[in-house]
């Protein structure tokens, strides 16, 4: 049965921001989906607040709506665009979640809009958790088992028939209180925590289930079409036990320690879920433990929709999941629909794997210092690295030297001084890089079978670490590499750089050098070849270029004919790496595509657009390191002609490796190395300051407290403070006075004259400005001049901003566009180039600049119509800023420095994490904004006035803004003049204020009526116990100084995390707070509409045309 | 220890032994399945040929007792990349190295297995050679070019049952089977003992009076190895059979001899199915499933329509939907059914279980 014919317009919800358990795989789906519906001739609609999101670019929907993900804003959508259908599977938990609240609203009903893809009753199948224990029950598998218990004795009986180990959960206690995990297999463990249990149930009862902590954890990604047939696509195994969330376990496709009939009876178990569920069509998840002891299988839990998991499914199998699904939902069956990369083969086949696919997540505990980096069943990891590799071991050494991290496969960090014991002991903590000291454990003598039974690990898996030693054991005895020894080295994925580690002859001054081993292996002639992921283990022709590499024999690249540009990729999404370089990347693509030129994609990121292999000409997915990256370049260059390698848009990670790639001869387009260095050189980059006369935040720098006194002392307090080593902002503080000046210094332990402190004057109370820009060696193309709604001092990352500009007048732009060309000018800019500056007292001071793609690039694009990457890559291969304005790249007249004064606001919001973290003791960590980025992703609001933009990305952060209730005002002193009139306005909008002492004062003296309330220290009825109870609807709380002890900072602390514990907004600076005002002020007129990024480009278009 | 692995066009791929050294001959065809290799190793569907498995990692979850499809190891050779080194699974009783070596059977490893594949896809299943002992390229080659062809092999013999045996019919019993062990495998009478069937399974060679004196409801045709064109016997036997409205269920080659037996021809496919993910249409109701191949040789009939036979119309009731190779025969007038695939999987989907339910299904009309 074909497409249903009944239904033309289908409106597809997207994810929102990137949060933690929700990333840009959601991205990829949602673009799958929208390209193959306007592929099918239906109408597209989208809803999605993350600007960052290819799906967003207007080309992918016929109406593309960034706007808040909430009942409100999606019931306006639907009144504009008036729907036939929603799809609402492939935008995460956020999108599934929206399409129950506008079900339960009566909204569907309403406008007469169907859901597709999913119906209300099988989505709450597959989320209750009491009816989907029911449903598994029913088809006759199992679930933990459990019981309700009032007495000890109760407890103790059941604890006892499941080997003592059990989780207790008492009725009707808040936030876990009284729960508890025996793991011991101990009878007296239970015990005592079943009567600490009953205890504090106030009606004695406990619920006590089986635990399944350390059993083997699989999951399988099912699709179903409406004739009921059903394929597993693909089957994940976690290399961490039960316990770890999948998100943050090392996995592995496809499962490698099932025999066929225990694979099986999961297969059916699977399908029959999914039956009784009803998920109709679409793809689902659904995850199983197995007692490795027994082999006794439980059903978990399944998301009846497209997940995380999916995403890695289609990279590691080359079946696009959410492809299928969006064809599966508007009526397709599986056998109608052709596997695109045998293109002759139906979709309804089951892939099989001649390869071995890992996934390594990547977390970011350096980012929250106080976090708890145990990993647990809640996922804490920002991104992943996915490899492939023709055996387990290659495709782990691949995974762990893709994860941007200081160490990069085993023996690439300093071993921890422990004993074996020691190593045993920390291994039974599954951590962030746990499997590091499982090779330590193992060089220590610990045995495969100590191993698993500490970790859980299956023991084959040890086993593979346990092959890696006695690997390396023979690298480092043998008394030269052999041809051989190298072969095998690079069979089982050992890098250059880990053989040059292990063999002294191979490194330099005790350091890695992995050219030394490069040269070597070019000797033996021992290079990689590359196979295809072709979904069918070789059984038919593939069609589909998707390419890893392994040391085998023979190689499947083919020749072409046109001039290939290969594009590198940026790797695992880690904060202040995100998906908006990935967007920069795959608008290269799509731009040398147009213009003619063969697209070679290198990343190793699964969520992302950029590795789906529908994106570029070809695809390999492969570590974005010097080697592996050098070889990829090697095999294009052997199968046609390289015109070159753009290395300046996928951020941080290509940027890195640009320099080396030049010297090895690899021809770089764009902006080359060489200017990188001119803008990140300090020495270098002050130079080119004072040539162009532009002028910057004085600063010095430092290798004592007494030098870095002196610094602080000629150029004046508040400075910025920050080792001169580290990129991104770590380790950067302010500092308001000397005895903080001291606290940094003494912190800041490794000050040497090589690395000292950078001591910059801190421009407080300045308005921070970003710019995005092009130049293509004649021209400037201003691409946007951005103005933060923070204060400088805070990470642009982590800043709002507002674009046009709110405050800024047209000589301050034309300052600003005189600057950025010669900033672009002297350092040699053939692209893209970002500078920050800060306005203050009227002068313009340059903080940075960084001549490649930026965070910012795609919410330009988006805010000015302008695909300003897709611009940068073609100034990279030769294209003037002219021919692409007359070519309508570029516009033809007026850049973005240049709007009209009716243009639309747009504001781009951060989304950060902190709640996510938590310390040890359980408290939350401080949700404080600094020089250090923190957030996850982004959001943006677009309207006709600031307020009204900046209303939609508070509202699409948390929900909305209050538009009555209670605000809680606590302001350090140096802020409160600002805040007086913006509490007034709330009190005129009818808010009762509540403040702290200080601050009450002051908003008296002032006229503003509020009411008074303790601090945290002042005991009970304090303002957090007030937020925890739910009474306060919005927090204004700006703190004074910087982290360190006994500073005013630390004092909001408590508010702070209470705010983002209970999800209420929480601003901290005043001119968000100013903000924030305008904004509810706007709701309350209650006149905010919604309107369609292809309705604003074209009066854009319109007006630049006149 | 060095081996060679050496196909009769010549082509020769350099690894290490594994299982038993020595020196091996068969039909090198490859098998994708990822998971099952001791069913893979025990149907005897695969006598006298080198399996080469595309799953990189063999041997994981070593050997049990319980998931052998038959007595013995029947390949002639086994081809792997990766083998494990230790063998993790609650079940297992020891490793498959060591079980390869103890039933001799003579393997390579660490060659690229996937450009074998892609060679064998191309040029299609051929001889080969796995040699530990002589690691001469161009004797091995001469070697190989005198082994004897798959095309035209008659292997029923070697591989069926020397003397009947009986699996009971679990709980009630409802109905009596015989069935035709031309390479059967173990789970196919488990399935059908789980329906309430008794199965008396028979040597290939056995007559007509022999297997109705079983007093059978029914004949089942098992898999097997071998070129159904030179399985003239069987076909009489099955013709015989159907004369005398024995209702007959057939899978694998018993499809292709009750192809033969309604007058079809059968032909070598290029490199054959052999995979536990091949996607089969069933005509009759339009669902596809999932299912479990291994044959070298399928029936040639037309894919639409009924074809007039000796024992009445025959239609087409399954089809391979990768590449339109017919997966099974119904008789519109008589109680005979086939499938090219294995429903009875071991290795493999359960999706076409519901096989025996139609073959119980259709004992029951009798009754």
């Known amino acids: 049965m074909p497409k249903r014919t009944d239904i033309s317009h289908i409106l597809v919800i997207g994810s929102g921001p990137i949060v933690i358990g929700q990333a840009c795989e959601f991205d990829y789906s949602g673009t799958q989906a929208c390209r193959v519906l306007r592929a099918e001739g239906f109408r597209v609609s989208l809803v999605n607040s993350n600007p960052a999101t290819i799906m967003t670019d207007p080309e992918f929907a016929d109406a593309t709506y960034i706007e808040p993900l909430t009942v409100e804003f999606l019931e306006r959508v639907i009144a504009a665009e008036r729907p036939d259908a929603i799809l609402p599977t492939l935008g995460g938990q956020t999108a599934l979640n929206l399409a129950v609240a506008l079900h339960e609203g009566g909204i569907l009903a309403k406008y007469g809009v169907e859901l597709i893809g999913a119906d209300i009753d099988a989505i709450q199948r597959g989320e209750d958790r009491q009816k989907f224990k029911e449903i598994v029950e029913r088809i006759g598998a199992e679930v933990p088992r459990s019981v309700v218990c009032h007495t000890l004795e109760d407890a ?229 690295a996915m490899s492939i590799g023709r055996n387990f071991t290659e495709a782990l050494g691949k995974a762990l030297r893709s994860m941007e991290t200081k160490a990069s496969g085993f023996w690439t960090r300093p071993d921890d001084d422990l004993t074996r014991d020691e190593l045993l002991a920390r291994v039974s903590i599954p951590t962030d890089g746990r499997l590091y000291y499982v090779e330590q454990a193992m060089r220590a003598g610990a045995s495969v079978d100590e191993v698993a039974a500490a970790t859980g690990i299956d023991p084959w898996f040890v086993d593979q670490i346990a092959l890696l030693v006695e690997l390396r054991a023979e690298i480092v005895a043998a008394p030269a590499v052999t041809s051989g020894l190298l072969r095998g080295a690079k069979r089982h994925g050992i890098s250059d750089l880990q053989l040059s580690l292990l063999r002294p002859e191979l490194s330099k001054d005790g350091l890695g050098d992995d050219a030394a081993v490069r040269a070597l292996r070019l000797e033996h002639g021992i290079r990689p070849v590359f196979k295809t992921v072709d979904t069918c283990s070789a059984e038919f022709e593939a069609s589909t270029p998707y390419y890893y590499s392994t040391y085998d024999e023979e190689t499947e690249v083919g020749h072409t004919g046109r001039q290939k540009v290969i594009i590198l990729g940026s790797g695992p999404n880690r904060i202040g790496q995100g998906i908006e370089f990935d967007y920069s990347c795959v608008h290269a693509v799509l731009a040398l595509r147009e213009a003619g030129y063969e697209t070679v994609m290198i990343n190793c990121n699964p969520e992302t657009v950029s590795t789906d292999y529908d994106t570029a000409d070809r695809l390999y997915f492969e570590p974005l390191t010097f080697e592996d990256v050098l070889e990829v370049v090697h095999a294009e ?87 001169s080593y580290v990129l991104g902002g770590r380790g950067m503080e302010i500092v308001y006075d000397e005895a903080h000046l001291s606290d940094y210094i003494s912190r800041a332990t490794e000050i040497t004259p090589a690395h000292p402190v950078l001591v910059d004057r801190f421009l407080d109370d300045a308005v921070e400005i970003d710019v995005d820009a092009l130049y293509d060696g004649h021209e400037l193309y201003l691409g946007a001049v951005m103005e933060h709604i923070e204060e400088a001092g805070i990470h642009s990352g982590d800043s709002a901003c507002a674009l046009p500009p709110i405050t800024l007048g047209g000589a301050d732009i034309d300052a600003v566009r005189t600057s950025t060309l010669a900033l672009a000018e002297r350092i040699g800019v053939r692209g893209l180039i970002n500078v920050q500056y800060a306005m203050a007292s009227d002068i313009l001071y340059v903080l940075e600049a960084n001549p490649r793609a930026s965070r910012t690039v795609p919410f330009v694009s988006k805010a ?54 938590r310390t040890p003791a359980g408290d939350q960590v401080d949700s404080l904004l600094g020089p250090e980025m923190k957030s996850t992703g982004e959001v943006m609001g677009i309207d006709a006035n600031f307020g009204m933009a900046f209303a939609k990305s508070q509202a699409a952060v948390y929900g909305s803004l209050p538009l009555k209730g209670t605000v809680f005002i606590s302001i350090a002193n140096r802020d409160k003049r600002a805040i007086i009139f913006p509490a007034m306005r709330l009190h005129d909008l009818g808010f009762r204020i509540i403040a702290t002492a200080g601050t009450g004062q002051v908003l008296r003296r002032n006229g503003v009526p509020c009411e008074v309330v303790g601090k945290f220290s002042e005991g009970p009825g304090n303002i957090v116990e007030m937020i925890q109870a739910g009474e306060i609807d919005i927090v204004f709380n700006t703190p004074r100084g910087a982290a360190g002890n006994s500073n005013p900072r630390i004092d909001g602390y408590e508010i702070r995390t209470a705010a983002v514990t209970v999800g209420i907004p929480c601003i901290t600076t005043v001119q968000a707070a100013s903000a924030a005002v305008q904004g509810i002020e706007e709701l309350s007129r209650g006149e905010i509409g919604v309107r369609s990024l292809q309705d604003l480009h074209a009066s854009l278009a319109g007006w630049r045309a006149e | 220890m060095s081996a060679l692995l050496v196909l009769e066009d010549g082509r020769s791929f350099a690894g290490e032994a594994y299982g038993a050294t020595g020196e091996t001959f068969g039909e090198a065809v490859f098998a994708t399945g ?222 292709q001899i009750l192809g033969r037996a309604f007058g079809f021809g059968t032909y070598k496919l290029g490199y054959g199915h052999r995979g536990i993910n091949q996607p089969v249409q069933d005509l009759l109701t339009g669902k596809v499933e999932i299912t479990a191949h291994n044959h070298g040789f399928a029936v040639d009939a037309p894919l639409e329509g009924e074809t007039q036979t000796d024992f009445g119309a025959v239609a087409v009731s399954h089809v391979c939907l990768n590449d339109n190779v017919v997966e099974g025969l119904v008789a519109k007038d008589a109680k005979a059914f086939s499938v090219q695939y294995h429903p009875e999987a071991a290795a493999g989907p359960h999706d076409a279980a519901y096989l025996f339910d139609r073959f119980a299904n259709l004992l029951g009309e009798k009754a």
Request: hydrophobic share 40%.
């Open chain 1, 156 to 384: 103790l009986t059941f604890a006892a028939q499941v080997g003592n180990k059990i989780v207790v959960r008492p009725s009707f206690t808040m936030g876990g209180l009284g729960s508890g995990l025996a793991r011991s297999g101990d009878a007296d463990e239970v015990r005592t925590l079943a009567a600490r249990g009953l205890a504090a149930s106030p009606v004695h009862e406990i619920l006590v289930e089986e635990s399944v902590l350390g059993w083997k954890e699989f999951e399988l990604e099912l699709m179903r079409d409406k004739n009921d047939n059903v394929v597993v696509v693909c089957s994940i195994e976690n290399v961490d036990p039960m316990g770890v969330h999948t998100g943050d376990s090392i996995t592995v496709a496809p499962a490698m320690t099932l025999t066929d009939r225990e694979y099986q009876h999961m297969r059916d178990v699977g399908i029959a879920v999914l039956r009784e569920v009803g998920v109709d069509t679409g793809g689902c998840n659904i995850q199983f433990a197995i007692d490795p002891k027994t082999g006794r299988m439980i059903v978990i839990e399944m998301n009846p929709r497209v997940s995380r998991s999916s995403a890695l499914a289609s990279k590691a199998t080359g079946f696009p999941i959410a492809k299928i699904a969006a064809k599966l939902a508007v009526g397709y069956t599986l056998d109608e629909i052709p596997n695109d990369i045998t293109k002759k083969t139906p979709a309804a086949f089951e892939p099989t794997l001649d390869y071995v696919v890992v996934k390594v997540p990547r977390f970011a505990f350096e980012k929250f210092p106080g976090a708890d980096p145990v990993l647990t069943t809640h996922m804490k990891s920002v991104g992943e």
């Open chain 1, 864 to 917: 000015t119509t302008v695909p300003l990457a897709k611009a940068a890559a073609r100034i990279a291969v030769g294209a003037t800023i002219a021919e692409l304005r007359a070519e309508g790249v570029l516009p033809r007249t007026h850049d973005g420095g240049d709007l009209p004064d009716d243009a639309p606001i747009s504001v781009k919001e951060a989304v950060l994490p902190f709640h996510r973290f």
């Open chain 1, 637 to 723: 260059q052997q199968s046609g002609e390289v015109l070159g390698v753009i290395c300046t848009l996928g951020g941080q990670t290509p940027l890195g490796l640009a320099q080396r790639l030049k010297d090895a001869g690899v021809p770089l387009l764009g902006t080359q190395p060489e200017a990188i260095e001119l803008a990140e050189h300090r020495g270098a980059f002050g130079r080119i300051l004072t040539d162009a006369n532009l002028p910057a935040p004085k600063h010095g720098t430092a290798t004592s407290f007494e030098e870095a006194k002196a610094v602080a002392d000629s150029i004046g307090y508040p400075v910025l403070v920050r080792p």
């Open chain 2, 34 to 255: 990822m998971t099952g290799y001791q069913e893979t190793l025990t149907d005897p569907s695969y006598h006298r040929q080198i399996v080469v498995q595309t799953a990189p990692h063999i041997g994981n979850t070593g050997v049990n007792r319980q998931d052998p499809e038959s007595a013995r190891i029947w390949v002639s050779g086994y081809v792997v990349r990766d083998p494990a080194r230790r063998a993790s699974n609650w079940r297992a009783s020891g490793t498959l190295d060591d079980e390869l070596r103890t039933q001799g059977v003579v393997g390579i490893s660490g060659i690229d297995t996937r450009a074998l594949t892609r060679h064998l896809r191309e040029r299609g299943a051929m001889r080969a050679v796995i040699s530990s002992a002589d690691l001469d390229v161009a004797s091995l080659h001469r070697k190989v070019l005198e082994s004897p062809l798959m095309a035209g092999a008659d292997l029923s013999a070697e591989v069926t049952t020397p003397k009947p045996y009986v699996i009971d019919a679990i709980g009630e019993h409802r109905f009596t089977v015989a069935a035709m062990d031309y390479g059967i495998k173990a789970m196919t009478p488990q399935r059908m003992a789980e329906r309430g069937i008794t199965t008396h399974v028979l040597s290939s060679a056995s007559t007509v009076e022999e297997i109705l004196a079983t007093g059978a409801d029914a004949v089942f045709l098992s898999n097997g190895p071998g070129d159904p064109g030179t399985a003239d016997d069987a076909v009489a036997t099955v013709q015989e059979l159907l004369r005398r409205e024995v209702p007959t269920f057939g899978i694998c080659f018993g499809n």
